[in-house]
């Protein structure tokens, strides 16, 4: 069974950084495309990043662009998420998945993937 954990999530001030991580659990992350998505309370569910496997590109959101990196280590079966100059509106439940896919400008979607649990992160001073 695919299954996948997030982790590094917490509160941090306005300008202060964080990073996620997402492990699976019975397969290698190597051969799937994957991305981060959030969801705010009362708010849709939303891309933040995506790695695609067609052509390896990364992909972000313009609400974090410049500001968030979406990394994999294939050696630790991990991909990050390191979010700097982090704000309040970046405040959200935040999810791997994989099979995640561009559509674009800053549309893409994991509708068929594997999700994990989520991880909080809260920006607050």
């Known amino acids: 069974q695919v299954q996948l954990v997030e982790s590094g999530g917490g509160l941090v001030q306005p300008g202060g950084s964080l990073r996620l991580s997402c492990a699976p659990s019975?397969?290698?992350?190597?051969?799937?495309?994957i991305g981060w998505f959030r969801q705010a309370p009362g708010k849709e569910r939303e891309g933040v990043s995506c790695?695609?496997?067609?052509?390896?590109?990364?992909y972000y959101a313009d609400s974090v662009k410049g500001r968030f990196t979406l990394s994999r280590d294939n050696s630790k079966n991990t991909v990050y998420l390191q979010m700097n100059s982090l704000k309040p509106e970046d405040t959200a439940v935040y999810y791997c998945?994989?099979?995640?896919?561009?559509?674009?400008?800053?549309?893409?979607?994991?509708?068929?993937?594997?999700w994990g649990q989520g991880t909080q992160v809260t920006v607050s001073s």
């Open positions: 019975g397969f290698t992350l190597d051969y799937y495309a």
């Open positions: 790695l695609t496997f067609s052509d390896g590109s990364t």
């Open positions: 998945a994989t099979e995640c896919k561009y559509y674009s400008g800053s549309d893409f979607r994991a509708d068929y993937g594997s």
